[in-house]
């Protein structure tokens, strides 16, 4: 049976279209950052230190991403 995927695409064409390691990690820093805007600019309260706490985690993954590549951090 081949493989399919949600969208109809093939296997092969979703694969093609994945981020490369850096551009996931660079993503990943800007979804760090806009999370920080965010909760500095105090949306969700009630979620306030759990979304806190979510943000340091996401940090020292990339943090810990980027010293396993060898790479700096821009």
């Known amino acids: ?5 949600v969208n109809g695409d093939s296997a092969q064409d979703a694969a093609a279209e ?15 950052l806009w999370l920080l805007q ?3 600019a105090g949306r969700w309260p009630d979620l306030r230190l759990d979304l806190a706490a979510l ?13 396993r590549l060898g790479s700096p951090q821009p």
């Open 1 to 5: 049976m081949a493989p399919s995927s």
């Open 18 to 32: 994945q981020p490369s390691t850096p551009e996931l990690l660079e993503q990943l820093r800007s979804d760090r």
């Open 38 to 40: 965010q909760i500095d």
């Open 55 to 67: 943000e340091r985690e996401l940090g020292q993954l990339l943090e810990q991403a980027q010293e």
